[in-house]
């Protein structure tokens, strides 16, 4: 399967503007990425036989003071789904220790989750 990357621009006017960097002369330009993206494979059509199948991979070109807010909501998720993680190993032994002295369905209230996830904790 062939690979492309399709470079996207944001405009002035609003539209974005987006080229296939190993084709030269596909180009095309959508309201949205989404239609972009529709627009250009349409267009990389013209040129080569497989763009139905091809993959194009996206490059999103920001400003960079853009990019930074971008680069910085990109690290808080990360550093959430690591906290989302944690949490969930936490919840797992604390259930395991909880059943040792409790109901099912009181570890459930002790912890703020219903009994299945309990059970669901416990097997896990």
């Known amino acids: 399967m062939a690979k492309y990357t399709a470079t996207y621009t944001h405009e002035d006017d609003g539209w974005w503007t987006v080229r296939i960097k ?7 330009q959508g309201r949205s990425i989404s239609q972009a993206r529709n627009r250009v494979r349409e267009a990389l059509s013209l040129f080569v036989d497989d763009a139905d199948t ?4 996206d490059d999103i070109k920001l ?7 971008v680069m910085k909501v990109q690290e808080v998720t990360r550093e959430h789904e ?3 993680a944690r949490m ?3 919840k797992e032994q604390a259930a395991r220790k909880l059943i040792t002295t409790m109901s099912v369905r009181d570890a459930g209230a002790v912890l703020g989750v219903s009994h ?3 059970q669901q904790l416990v097997k896990a």
């Open 54 to 57: 091809a993959e194009i991979a």
């Open 63 to 69: 400003p960079p003071v853009v990019r930074q807010f």
């Open 88 to 90: 969930a190993k936490a």
């Open 82 to 84: 690591r906290s989302l």
């Open 22 to 28: 190993e084709v030269q002369g596909v180009h095309s």
């Open 116 to 118: 299945q996830r309990v």
